[in-house]
């Protein structure tokens, strides 16, 4: 393996340090969505059960035993729901605050899971032009070997070629996994972002008939 490396010339580097980039990137954020729980979609459910059957305080302890941003998003609301009725404000009215401030709040929530996934499109970005960069460095050593050989040596270009196509693979291999990774990624915020606006709608549905 190194040897291989070392055969794609110095245009290497910057791959390896891309790789590294984008391997920690991949780690650090698989681990954020782990930490970030699952069954976001059941919670929301869970909650919309508790909400219909008129216990609030239910649906709060709930969410409050649960962890990531649809959790957090839905504690933000009810909490301001109960303070606002505790105030003596109508159902409706309160509700349509619960609805605003978990709209001001899911942003928020699901930033920390954002973050460094732009890392990764720079990384599929610029990992195939820089071995692109080195498949032309690799064929300017093959002719500059072949010019100075006078005639076509295939052992004297081998070296200058080679390096071509293993900076090309290794640009390519770089940039795939961190490109796939991050579709993967925003999936799953569409996916939470999707749940909680659908958990507005029933907060909205559920409290502004209490």
Known sequence: MLGILMD??????????CSILGLAVIID??????????????????????????????????????????????????????RLMGKDRAAE????????????????ALRPLETRLNLLVLVAAIAPLLGMTGTVTGMITSFDVMASAAGLDPGAVAGGIGEALITTAAGLLVAMPCAVCYNLFTRKIDDLSATIDTALADVMETLGEA
């Open 93 to 108: 009215d309160a509700a349509n605050a619960a609805v605003r401030s978990m709209e001001e709040y899911a942003p928020k």
């Open 8 to 17: 794609g010339g110095w245009m290497m580097v910057p791959l390896l340090l």
């Open 29 to 82: 954020r698989a681990r954020a969505f782990r930490a970030a729980g699952g069954g976001h979609e059941a919670l929301r459910k869970s909650v919309r059960m508790k909400l219909d059957e008129g216990d609030v305080n239910a649906a709060i302890d709930l969410v409050a035993g649960q962890e990531g941003p649809v959790a957090a998003t839905l504690l933000n609301g009810l909490n301001r729901f109960v």
